[in-house]
């Protein structure tokens, strides 16, 4: 803050709840920090994947972040995790680093959430 002068960090979460027990099963957890939302993880169980869900999550997180001014997301994902979830809803890979175990890498997407024109992403 002393540098910028903005104090605008606020955690950011989209939780998914047992309709049932409402205990939290899964979800998105991150923050929204001069200009940016920050991903730093994102939850489903098995069960739970493959109808939409997920994608609604990350919808949901990314409206907010529009909401709250941020102009682009960044996150990372391990190669063999979700790429290719998030390439597939507009993310795209702007870096990879190795690590391990061997051949695995971890992979850094961004996705702008406004346009050139200032219009919702």
Known sequence: MRETGIDDRRPLAVLARDPES???VGGLSGRTSLGLLFV???YLPAGLRGAGLGSEILRQAEEEARRRGCRAGVLYTISFQ???F???RG???FGEVPCDPPGTSRVFL???LYDA?????
């Not at 024109?117 to 992403?121: C, H, I, N, S, Y």
């Open 110 to 112: 961004t996705k702008e």
């Open 40 to 42: 730093d993880l994102f």
């Open 22 to 24: 409402k205990r939290v």
């Open 86 to 88: 998030y390439v597939a």
């Open 82 to 84: 979700a790429p290719a």
């Open 91 to 93: 993310w795209r890979v």
């Open 117 to 121: 024109t200032g219009d919702l992403g």
